[in-house]
């Protein structure tokens, strides 16, 4: 069993910054791929960013790229994700997951929602303009 428990979001203006927190709790979760994705009102959840278990190699959604860093520290059992440059359509629910079934993608793969097997509560950001 896996637990996870987002915290960092917030309310903030454009352009500004934010730093997500995911903290892991059970066995071998250093050795999960695990990923970021976001829901905003109406709509599905979106590929945000993954990254391998010993956090090498990271992969981004496209719109993400170059502004968000997704990172992790396994001695913490704990991932980031910084928030840069944030634009009104940035606002959703930020939820943390992890991947039992992978440790790290392929070159160029996007992990898709439903191969994440277990999910935090997660947490709000609201972007103003």
């Known amino acids: 069993q896996v637990r996870l428990q987002e915290s960092g979001g917030g309310l903030v203006q454009a352009g500004d910054s934010l730093r997500l927190s995911c903290a892991a709790s059970?066995?071998?979760?250093?050795?999960?791929?695990m990923g970021w994705f976001r829901r905003a009102p109406g709509k599905d959840h979106e590929f945000v960013a993954a990254i391998s278990y010993n956090g090498i190699t990271s992969y981004y959604g496209d719109s993400m790229r170059g502004r968000f860093t997704i990172s992790r520290d396994n001695a913490r059992n704990t991932v980031y994700l910084q928030l840069n440059s944030l634009k009104p359509e940035d606002t959703a629910v930020y939820y943390c997951?992890?991947?039992?079934?992978?440790?790290?993608?392929?070159?160029?793969?996007?992990?898709?929602?439903?191969?994440?097997?277990?999910w935090g509560q997660g947490t709000q950001v609201i972007v103003s303009s």
């Open positions: 059970g066995r071998f979760v250093d050795s999960y791929a």
């Open positions: 997951a992890v991947d039992q079934n992978a440790g790290d993608y392929m070159q160029g793969y996007i992990p898709g929602h439903d191969e994440f097997d277990y």
